[in-house]
């Protein structure tokens, strides 16, 4: 299972720093502002979450959103799936603005209990293609099911349910299932955010293999600078405070080992952006 | 009982499974316990058989009934009383989960269900009977109204925290793939729900069982066909104390019986979905 990602990732180290020449704008985010009211303050007061963001995420890149805790990560993202609406500004899906949630863009998020604890790995997978095309027959709904969760390394767990899954074993059941739908952006939440250091960098491996197969356009967050560097072609670092974008830079070492020296620099380089100024 | 663990090494079990099979064993030698006490008592103190009859003649009462060696006169009344109390119980449920789910939806609702569950909850709803009576007359529907009474509010409570304490994250996930309300309901809120719900259907039972045998004491029969509560009042009256104890034997066994129905909905649903610790 490992064997393969070990070899992708040696074989090509150095992968163009974003894929797709066209380089197709799929999901826009224009000057978009997210305000919370104030936790416990007079009547109108509020804190700015996201202020003033612009980006175009590209088609089939790997688009890394990397900030302090409580930068605002999590808000854009999940304003840019439709969950919360924005203070200000606009976001649109292929030109089209997006107002509600829906599987054009799924969501993958970092805490355990997004899976369905009733339903089996396999079962939670069909849930959502179930949803997702409603006449599709059983059949195909199954094949479809089993070829996503072995994509993951999770066929041994094909019947299992969530409880008696590790926790590394849940993000790979909800990957699958977010997967399966083919959605038009894969919006994911620190996904490895709970996960110890070592499974966290083998599913980044693995998450770098899976996107090889159809190569779909990912919105990754974390506030982890190697494994920014470690997934994302693109990486927009965003700072405290009402977060703001401070950088966006292309990133050539995408899919580097650890001990890549190269990588390494840019991680260096990541690192002192993300400490605070002054 | 010294004489089991001997009894056991004898019938060639090792220790190990003697203390294995002991915790399953103990509520039965409970209650072998007690019916020889209540023998043994009934025999040494010679207590008039019209205050309270042995066991053994009790027990002989109940075959009797029950068709083996008599007239199969007890399942009629058991049935009666049984099938008044599942109707209500199904108009129960389903109103539980329709006031539920609308409360849930604004905020008068809610309000207003938790008034109204206030109201009910603590009045036994037997005191409504002479209403019904006056509503419905002396028929089936007056005693399936004050079984509702008495099961459909701690249904609504239980359903209302159970809908409460849905982890957001998985409402978010019915969002993102775009379930209608009812589809949210039906895939998300009620399995989420089911655990609290269980509790509450037990509740509910109890309230409703026991709802129904005052009920029939009090009402005797409903037009011509009558319940278990009512035939242990009538042997009271013709004298027929053994017969009248046979029927209080039957509601204790129905109510033991569902007790361990719910326990084996519960190993096949929520404990074995690890939603509930076994
Ligand atoms: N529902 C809310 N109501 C009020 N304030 C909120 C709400 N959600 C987030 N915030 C605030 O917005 C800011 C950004 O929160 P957000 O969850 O987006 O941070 P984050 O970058 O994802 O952090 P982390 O890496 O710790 O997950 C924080 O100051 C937080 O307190
Ligand atoms: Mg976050």
């Not at chain 2, 419905?136 to 109204?145: D, P, V």
């Amino acid at each position: 299972m490992n064997d393969i990602l070990a070899v992708r990732t040696s074989e090509s180290p150095q992968r163009a720093a974003s894929p797709g020449e066209a380089n197709e704008t799929l999901l826009s985010v224009r000057d978009a502002t997210i305000q919370f009211p104030a936790p416990k303050g007079r009547k109108g007061a509020v804190v700015t979450a996201v202020k003033n963001v612009s980006i175009d995420i590209r088609r089939a890149e790997k688009f890394v959103i990397l900030g302090p805790s409580g930068c605002g990560k999590s808000t854009l993202l999940t304003a840019m799936g439709g969950f919360i609406p924005l203070s200000g500004g606009a976001i649109e899906l292929e030109g089209r603005p997006v107002r509600k949630p829906s599987m054009q863009t799924v969501m993958v998020f970092q805490d355990f209990f997004q899976l369905l604890p009733w339903k089996t790995v396999r079962a939670n997978v069909e849930f959502a293609l179930r949803q997702r095309w409603p006449r599709m027959p059983r059949g195909e709904r199954r094949e479809r099911a089993e070829h996503f969760v072995d994509l993951v390394g999770l066929s041994p767990q094909l019947n299992q349910y969530p409880h008696t899954l590790s926790g590394g074993q849940k993000q790979r059941c909800a990957i699958a299932r977010a997967f399966s739908v083919s959605p038009e952006v894969l919006l994911m939440d620190e996904p490895f955010g709970a996960l110890d250091a070592i499974n966290r960098e083998r599913m980044q491996g693995e998450l770098n293999r899976i996107w090889e197969e159809g190569r779909p356009t990912i919105v990754f967050v974390t506030h982890d600078v190697t494994e920014a560097v470690h997934l994302g072609h693109r990486i927009m670092v965003m700072t405290e405070g009402p977060g703001q974008i401070r950088r966006l830079l292309d990133n050539p070492h995408v899919g580097m080992l650890p001990y890549d020296t190269q990588g390494q620099e840019s991680v260096a380089e990541l690192r002192e952006m993300l400490i605070p100024a002054g | 009982m010294a004489t089991t663990e001997t009894d056991a090494r004898a019938a060639g079990l090792n220790p190990s499974a003697f203390s294995e099979i002991m915790p399953r064993l103990r509520k039965p030698i409970i209650v072998l316990g007690l019916v020889a006490l209540w023998e043994a008592w009934v025999r040494l103190f010679d207590v008039p058989e019209l205050l309270f009859p042995a066991f053994s003649d009790v027990l002989v009462a109940l075959i009797t009934g029950l068709g083996i060696g008599g007239e199969p006169i007890l399942w009629a009344y058991t049935w009666q009383t049984l099938s008044v109390v599942l109707q209500a119980y199904v108009v129960s449920v389903v109103l539980a989960v329709v006031l539920t789910g609308f409360a849930i939806n604004s905020a008068w609702g809610k309000e207003l269900l938790s008034t109204v569950t206030g109201i009910f909850q603590p009045l036994p709803s037997i005191a409504l009977l002479p209403m019904a009576v006056l509503w419905f007359g002396f028929s089936k529907e007056s005693l399936i109204f004050v079984v509702v009474m008495s099961m459909v509010w701690p249904l609504a409570a239980s359903l209302t925290v159970g809908f409460a304490t849905v982890p957001p994250t998985l409402l978010r996930l019915g969002r993102n793939y775009e379930l209608s309300r009812l589809g949210a309901m039906w895939h998300i809120l009620l399995p989420s729900a089911l655990p609290a719900m269980i509790g509450g259907l037990r509740v509910g039972w109890g309230f409703g069982w026991r709802t129904i045998v005052a009920a029939e004491l009090v009402f005797g029969a409903t037009g011509n066909d009558s319940g278990i509560g009512w035939y242990i009042n009538n042997s009271r009256v013709f004298l027929q104390i053994t017969e009248g104890f046979a029927g209080i034997l039957v509601v204790v066994i129905i109510g033991f019986i569902t007790e361990s129905l719910f326990r084996v909905i519960q190993r096949f649903t929520t404990h074995r979905w690890g939603m509930e610790a076994a």
